[in-house]
C-alpha cells in the first residue's frame, strides 16, 4: 500500500528495487519537482531532509548525524552537504548491507572537491524524470517498446477512431509536462500550475533553496535569455557558437563571450534542465562518416515552450515548430521506456544528412531506429523511407541492421507498413 495518498507508480520502480537490492546507497537524482522525495518515501524506513538553513548547517558539520535512522535511510537533497557523500562511503566500508541509504538530488553538488572518494560498488545512480504519457495515464500502453525486439510480438493494430488522443491534446500535454502535481490538477488549471512552475524556477527565497547555491553568483536574464535559445533550438545539433550568433543578433545582449555561455550551459545542465542526447558510435573501422554532434534536449518540454511563452494553440498553429517540440516529448517517454528495461537512447546522422531521430540500443547490442514525426500521411511516408535508407546504409556497410524500425506519431492509427511499425505516442509502454 501506497504510504503517500494518490501516489502515482512510477517505472522507475523496478529499478530502484533492484538497485537497493543489490547496492548499498542510492543516488537518486533528477529536476525540482519531478516525484524524487515521493518516489523515496515509498521505500524509506527514516528520512533526514535538507531543507532548512539549520538541517543544512547540522548535516554540514557534523555529516555523520544525517545517516541516523531506521535502513533504508533517505537523506533528501544531500547535495546541500556533500562532505555526505564520503561519510557514507566510509561507513559502508566499515559495515556494509543492500539498500543502507537513499539519497536525492535536484542538482549535482556545487563543490564536488568535497567528494573526495571513489564509491564504486558501494554508491549507485538512477536519474528520474517528470512522468511518461504512460505514467499520467494518458497512453493505453498497448502496444509494448521492448516487444518490438521479439521477432514474435503480436502488435496490435489500433484504427485512428479508437485512439482517444488528439493532436490538441498532445499540444496540451507538451505544455502542460510531466510534473505531478500538474498532472493531477483538473486540465483547465494545469497549464497554470506548470508556469508558475517556471515562474519560480530561477526565483530564490530561502538560502536553502536547492537551487541557491548555483543561482547566487548568476546573472539571472542571462540564463533565462541562454535558456530560450535552447528551446528555440530544441531537438537539433546547433552549435554553441550559432546560438551565441543567435543573442548577439537578436539584440538581448550586446556581448557573450564563449566561457560565459558554456558556464551557463553547465549551470543548466547540473539543475537537470536541459541535456545533450549523444550521437550513436559506430564501429569505427566501418566506411560510414557519422557525425558526433550531440542533439538538444530538455527534461520536459514544458520548460522549453514556458520559456518562450508558447501555449497548445500557437504549436497547433505552427506544426513544423511542433515537430521539433513533440520530438523532444517523445525522446522524453522513450527515454523513460529505455530505461526501465535497460536501454538506452541517442541520435544518427551521417556525413550524407541521413538522420535517424532516435537510436534504441540494448547491452547486448541490439538496436531499434525509430523515426519521430507529427502525424500525416507525407511524414509517415517520409519517416518510412528515411528508416529503409538507414537499414540499407547499415546492411551495405556489413553492420548490425535494426531489429526494428518504427515511425513514432503524435496521433492517430497503429499499424504496420512492410516492416516498419507506425505506433502513436498515445498507445506506447516500455
Not at 479508437?162 to 497549464?191: F, M, Q, T
Not at 528555440?232 to 543573442?247: A, C, Q
Not at 556581448?255 to 545542465?269: G, H, P, R
Request: net charge negative; hydrophobic share 40%.
Amino acid at each position: 500500500m501506497a504510504k503517500i495518498k494518490d501516489y502515482i507508480p512510477r517505472l522507475a520502480e523496478k529499478a530502484l528495487e533492484r538497485k537497493l537490492h543489490s547496492c548499498g546507497c542510492v543516488v537518486v537524482s533528477g529536476p525540482k519537482f519531478c516525484g524524487k522525495s515521493t518516489l523515496c518515501n515509498e521505500y524509506a524506513k527514516s528520512v533526514t531532509t535538507l531543507k532548512t538553513t539549520n538541517a543544512i548547517e547540522m548535516a554540514r558539520m557534523d555529516p555523520a548525524s544525517a545517516l541516523i535512522g531506521d535502513n533504508p535511510h533517505l537523506i533528501d537533497e544531500w547535495q546541500k552537504a556533500p562532505e555526505i557523500w564520503n561519510i557514507i562511503k566510509d561507513d559502508l566500508d566499515k559495515d556494509y548491507q543492500f539498500g543502507k541509504y537513499l539519497l536525492t538530488g535536484s542538482t549535482t553538488p556545487v563543490d564536488p572537491s568535497k567528494i573526495q572518494n571513489s564509491a564504486a560498488g558501494r554508491i549507485t545512480s538512477l536519474k528520474l524524470r517528470p512522468f511518461s504519457m504512460l505514467e499520467s495515464n494518458e497512453s493505453s500502453g498497448v502496444i509494448s517498446l521492448s516487444g518490438l525486439f521479439d521477432k514474435n510480438y503480436e502488435f496490435t493494430t489500433v484504427f485512428a477512431q479508437h485512439n482517444p488522443v488528439s493532436l490538441s491534446d498532445i499540444a496540451h500535454i507538451i505544455c502542460r509536462g510531466g510534473w505531478p502535481v500538474a498532472v493531477k490538477a483538473e486540465k483547465e488549471y494545469a497549464l497554470d500550475i506548470t508556469e508558475s512552475y517556471y515562474d519560480g524556477l530561477f526565483t530564490i527565497e530561502d538560502e536553502s533553496d536547492e537551487f541557491a547555491d548555483f543561482l547566487k553568483n548568476k546573472n539571472i536574464e542571462l540564463l533565462k535569455i541562454i535558456l530560450k535559445s535552447f528551446a528555440r533550438h530544441i531537438s537539433t545539433e546547433t552549435k554553441n557558437t550559432s546560438m551565441i550568433r543567435d543573442i548577439l543578433e537578436s539584440g538581448e545582449r550586446s556581448k557573450l563571450a564563449d566561457e560565459t555561455f558554456l558556464a551557463y550551459k553547465k549551470t543548466l545542465e547540473d539543475l537537470f534542465i536541459i541535456y545533450d542526447m549523444p550521437a550513436w558510435n559506430l564501429n569505427l573501422r566501418t566506411s560510414v562518416a557519422v557525425r558526433s554532434a550531440p542533439t538538444h534536449h530538455f527534461v520536459d518540454t514544458s520548460i522549453a515552450t514556458s520559456a518562450l511563452g508558447i501555449k497548445p494553440a500557437d504549436l497547433l498553429n505552427d506544426l513544423r515548430s511542433f515537430g521539433f517540440f513533440f520530438e523532444d516529448m517523445a525522446v522524453r517517454d522513450l527515454s523513460i521506456y529505455a530505461e526501465s528495461f535497460g536501454g538506452e537512447l541517442k541520435h544518427y546522422r551521417d556525413s550524407n544528412d541521413l538522420e535517424v531521430d532516435a537510436i534504441l540500443k540494448l547491452r547486448n547490442g541490439e538496436y531499434g531506429a525509430i523515426e519521430i514525426k507529427i502525424a500525416s500521411e507525407k511524414n509517415i511516408n517520409e519517416g518510412i523511407d528515411s528508416l529503409a535508407r538507414f537499414e540499407r546504409k547499415m546492411r551495405d556497410s556489413n553492420l548490425k541492421t535494426p531489429a526494428f524500425k518504427m515511425v513514432l506519431t503524435s496521433h492517430g492509427a497503429s499499424f504496420k507498413v512492410k516492416d516498419t511499425y507506425i505506433v502513436p505516442i498515445s498507445l506506447l509502454r516500455n
